[in-house]
């Protein structure tokens, strides 16, 4: 299990030296995107309307942070369950979406999906997010402000821990880890 | 009767829901660090690392503990010779609920409609669960709930023919299909008997008893026991990472029920298991 430091937007030749379990400290720019965002970003796309960002090469955390003490970027940030993401993933993994963030498993289709595109699946550790908050440097609306949690936020992170679940060789942490474990 | 005045109710939910979100109780932090010592996986063993040294930069910073401060499930025990004045019980505990995530910097995550899901913008209405007990005390508890963990949540009316058996394997198969959704290591609570409402009751009700305190029945006692252990062998560890600690605590709580029932509920709870007390 090897550590990597990899900047955003992702790059193929980065992504094929990821294996399952393996640790990425991740930097540059990111997007927050949640349930209501997803199904406003699938909305815009079915409507052939421009979307607010560019997802070419680029990561999406699944995350809501809570709102920003005086003197902070960001208040705690942390992922949340990507199954509820797993519906509105493929046309994003067409229009080049590399990487997500979340926590717990993703459905066969996805999974499919990302190893066809090269795309990686990372969870970050959910429950911590005091600590993960430290690593956003900026933090910015750019959609959906409406949604107050949910909205699109921009992210500037330096060295986000997260762990690589999804390979592009389509191997799965969750499932061997737990096969690995198992007692009976 | 004892009066208790609602502006001394809003103040104390305020202040409960923005310590509870902060704090880590000692109880799961104690509980942690011995399943860290315990834990043979190595990226086990970092998580819950991790999640000791979230504890301590969320209180020194005044940072929520994880960013879903949860909907506010509320448990009242109001006993029978107190008068609340100062106008409407429930209404102050949603003032105090409004305060506390406005001031405490907490996230607001409740939509005023399953289907038109707009945000209310403040986390309420408060999930309000009252008790009438004798006594001239007020005592409030406040549970900052978590949704993935309570995603990951289910009853089932089991018939009475498939027993203790049929009771584990529904709670052993429900922390196992849940996997890294809950964010293990998880606290399960189960509820046994009653009905469909008492038992899911029971459920939320057990996620709040301290770590480490068994059933006073030896019988339940011994089930906690033998679900905690089998739920530790399944493999999914800390973050479902792989790892021996999946759960740090199983609590069963239980109720008599019909002759031809034997309703079950699960309430899985993140190892952000938050919640605070006052007694007024
Ligand atoms: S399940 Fe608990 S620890 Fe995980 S993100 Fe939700 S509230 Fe936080």
């Known amino acids: 299990m090897s550590i990597h430091k990899i900047q955003t937007p992702l790059k193929d030749s980065e992504l094929q030296k990821l294996k399952i379990g393996d640790s990425v400290l991740l930097s540059g720019t990111i997007y927050t995107a949640r349930d209501s965002a997803h199904q406003r970003l699938i909305q815009m796309l079915k409507a052939k309307e421009t979307l607010p960002f560019d997802l070419k090469d680029q990561v999406l955390f699944y995350a809501g942070p809570a709102p920003a003490p005086p003197g902070k970027p960001v208040g705690s940030i942390g992922p949340t369950t990507a199954c509820r993401m797993d519906s509105y993933t ?34 970050a550790i959910g429950g911590i997010a005091a600590l993960l908050a430290r690593c956003i440097k900026s933090s910015k609306i750019i959609a959906f402000e409406d949604l107050g949690p949910e909205a699109i936020r921009q992210l500037e992170v330096v060295n986000l821990p997260v762990i690589v679940v999804n390979d592009v060789l389509g191997g799965d942490l969750y499932e061997e880890g737990v096969f690995k474990f198992k007692k009976n | ?91 102050a505990i949603h003032e105090g609920v409004r305060q506390g995530y406005e001031e405490g910097f907490l996230r607001k995550s409740i939509v005023q409609d399953p ?122 560890g800390p973050q479902a990472f792989g790892g021996r600690c999946t759960a740090l605590e199983v609590f069963v709580e239980v109720r008599p029920c019909h002759i031809a029932s034997l309703p079950v509920a699960v309430n899985m709870q993140c190892h952000a298991a938050r919640h605070g007390e006052a007694v007024l």
Do not use: W
């Open chain 1, 90 to 123: 493929l046309p994003l993994l067409d229009i080049g979406l590399k990487g997500m963030i979340g926590k717990g498993a993703r459905n066969q289709t996805v999974r499919m999906a990302m190893q066809k595109h090269s795309a990686v699946y990372f969870a």
């Open chain 2, 115 to 236: 289907f038109r899901r707009t945000n209310t913008g403040d986390n309420t209405p408060a999930f309000i669960h009252t008790e009438i007990v004798p006594g001239d005390q007020l005592k409030i508890t406040i549970i900052p709930k978590g949704g993935g963990s309570e995603n990951m949540s289910e009853a089932r009316m089991l018939t009475p023919s498939q027993g203790l058996e049929g009771v584990k394997q529904f709670v052993i198969n429900r922390v196992r299909i849940s996997g890294g959704n809950p964010c293990p290591p998880v606290i399960v609570g189960v509820g046994i008997g009653g009905t469909l409402e008492v038992c899911t009751f029971l459920a939320k009700k057990a996620i709040i008893r301290p770590i480490g305190q068994r059933h006073p029945d030896s019988f339940y006692a011994e089930l906690e026991t033998s679900l905690l252990n089998e739920i530790n062998q399944l493999g999914i």
């Open chain 2, 1 to 91: 009767m004892r009066e208790i005045k609602t502006d001394q109710i809003v103040q104390t939910v305020r202040s409960l829901c923005i310590e509870a979100n902060i704090h880590l109780r000692q109880d799961v932090i104690d509980r942690i660090q011995s399943c860290r010592d315990q834990e043979t996986s190595t990226i086990g063993r970092q998580v819950l690392g991790q999640i000791l040294e979230n504890a301590d930069v969320a209180r020194t910073s005044a940072m929520p503990i994880c960013q879903d401060t949860g909907a506010t499930v509320v448990l009242l025990k109001v006993g029978q010779d107190v008068h609340i004045t100062g106008g409407s019980l429930s209404e």
